[in-house]
């Protein structure tokens, strides 16, 4: 319950100076016309009336603003925080940290992508560092873009940071050309790999000089693919263990890194007539290969839906499963995250089809959890994702193809099925319940040219599946009832309980038919089911029916189960 109410008046008497309080009052028309006045006297530039409630429980007011007039606020220069005083990046080590790379791959994503290459190639390439320089243009855009924001985040003046990532820039392209003249990254073309790693061991720069000559390895290659291939006969000609072969892993997977975080590379290397889900399903093929083999193996149809990993992505694979490229594995896991979480559609013009590739990613990296991701993390992605799956755009287009209203009905059950969280239930269940209660589903379900059977059986199994759909307790009763309401119309038409007393049938065919409607299995539960267990009842009361049971036991024992499930037996 709410407490006492009052207002408050905020007056600035200029745009720089902050909010203070005026005056204070019970009456809203009274502080509204106060403030207004002050405003239209020149008392104050700008003036903002609040309403105070408090709560009883934790006495603290709840503020709301009921009226803000005159000039806007001025934004004050944020001053330069300690914490974060001086440039990011201070010296040229500074430039080749995971974060810069990543930074630098930004902001010169387009001319990176216009030549081939990565953010780790550019940092290692003295060929890629001289053709950058004399671009010029591309250059100083890039230091801008991270110059200005940096600057509105610390408060730093923008033209120094220019100035110093200028300097930062042109010492790191004299670094690497002066690498270049002095032939410090020796080719692979007449020595082995490995000897240069085991010469390389100790040396102060090996790291720098080791990204150079693996980059130097995909120069004039084109194409992801056939990079990929690249680096994958790299790793073979690694040496086999030690500190050598991490220093060639390192810069390979930094670089693999770079690559597969390309949307337009990965697509190459997974497959470029893929679309967005197919693509994830094939990335978590590629990193979790032996999980989501053993999942095709006890479920064929997962075959049809995950594309099969060939070539340099499959030897990639196997080194994933080894347990090589940890980072790498794990920035592709993030990464179908990302996209799960993302708005962008996994099968666009196929809703249908987007449904089920979901339901096959969900279960691929359900099997890979623990390993890659947590539980959780996979839940929450396919949790978000789900609330794409629940907007009127998409259910239009799930049930655009369906001829029927009951293939609506279907399709929406089988929506509420594979949504998840406990808001997206609730969308795709208001969806489910207002296709079931509407006038058109009891209309075509009554005058359908199948038989009452054939009906009762399609509502049955409607039922079942809203009952398995893990809707709310609300949400499931109501269209599981709205259904047996729908099944009582059509078997009030037909009078299909009436017609099983009346046929020439044994005794015991009918109440094995009637028993079943009542006990859900052949009919929904509702009017139908009361009105077959009552008509069961009551032969099961009439003495020529007692008599008929008990000349055959067997029948008996055979109806027995039946008779449990409705509550006619212990």
């Not at 199994?461 to 599981?480: F, H, K």
Request: aromatic fraction near 2%; glycine fraction near 8%; charged fraction near 25%.
């Amino acid at each position: 319950m709410a407490g006492p109410v009052h207002y408050e008046i905020y007056i600035r008497k200029t745009p720089p100076a902050s909010w203070t309080l005026s005056m204070a009052t019970e009456d809203r028309r009274k502080a509204v016309e106060t403030a207004e006045d002050m405003l239209r006297d020149g008392q104050a530039c700008a003036v903002r009336v609040t309403k105070e409630t408090l709560d009883p429980e934790t006495m603290e007011f709840a503020s709301v603003t009921v009226l803000t007039r005159g000039a806007p606020e001025m934004k004050r220069k944020q001053p330069v925080q300690a914490d974060k005083a001086g440039p990011s990046c201070r010296g040229v080590q500074d430039l080749y940290a995971p974060h810069a790379r990543d930074l630098i791959g930004r902001v010169l994503e387009d001319w990176l992508t216009r030549q081939g290459v990565t953010a780790f190639e550019l940092l290692h390439r003295p060929d890629l560092a001289e053709r950058l320089e004399a671009s010029g243009v591309e250059l100083q855009h890039a230091i801008q873009k991270i110059a200005v924001p940096e600057s509105q985040n610390t408060g730093q003046p923008v033209h120094d940071l220019v100035r110093h990532y200028q300097r930062l820039s042109e010492q790191a392209i004299e670094r690497l050309l002066q690498a270049g003249r002095r032939d410090q990254f020796p080719s692979l073309a007449e020595r082995s790999l490995a000897d240069v790693a085991h010469r390389l061991n100790g040396a102060p720069d090996r790291a720098f000089i080791m990204g150079g000559i693996v980059a130097g390895a995909l120069k004039g290659i084109k194409g992801a693919r056939a990079r990929l291939d690249r680096l994958m006969d790299l790793c073979d000609r690694a040496p086999m263990d030690g500190p050598p072969r991490a220093l060639v892993l390192v810069p390979i997977e930094q670089l693999l890194c770079e690559l597969l975080g390309s949307r337009a590379s990965l697509a190459q290397i997974v497959g470029p007539a893929l679309d967005q889900g197919s693509s994830l399903a094939a990335v978590v093929r590629m990193v979790a290969p032996r999980e989501i083999g053993a999942l095709i193996a006890r479920d064929p149809k997962l075959a049809v839906l995950v594309p099969p990993v060939e070539g340099g992505p499959a030897r990639l694979g196997e080194r994933l499963a080894a347990g090589e490229f940890p980072l790498l594995a794990a920035s592709l896991a993030r990464m179908v995250v990302r996209e799960l979480m993302s708005p962008r559609r996994l099968r666009p013009g196929d809703a249908e089809g987007e449904i089920d590739i979901l339901r096959a990613l969900a279960t691929t990296l359900t099997a890979t959890a623990g390993r890659l991701l947590t539980l959780e993390e996979v839940q929450t992605a396919f949790v978000e994702r789900s609330k794409s799956l629940v907007t009127a755009d998409f259910v239009a287009a799930y049930v655009k193809g369906c001829p029927t209203v009951l293939s609506e009905v279907e399709r929406l059950t089988r929506l509420c099925e594979n949504v998840t969280g406990g808001a997206n239930k609730r969308s795709a269940a208001r969806w489910l319940d207002a296709c079931v209660t509407s006038l058109r589903f009891e209309t075509e379900m009554r005058a359908s040219g199948q038989t009452p059977g054939q009906k009762l059986l399609a509502l049955a199994g409607l039922q079942r599946a809203a009952r398995n759909a893990a809707l709310s307790e609300r949400d499931r009763d109501a269209v599981v009832d709205a259904l047996g309401v729908v099944g009582g119309s059509v078997e009030a038409d037909a009078r299909l309980v009436a017609q099983i007393i009346r046929a020439p049938a044994p005794v015991p065919q009918k109440l094995a038919a009637l028993l079943r409607l009542a006990a859900g299995e052949t009919g929904p539960t509702g009017p139908v089911a009361d009105r077959a267990r009552a008509e069961a009842v009551r032969l099961f009361r009439a003495p020529e029916v007692r008599a008929a049971l008990g000349a055959t036991p067997e029948a008996v024992q055979a109806l027995r189960p039946l008779m449990k499930a409705v509550g006619l037996a212990a």
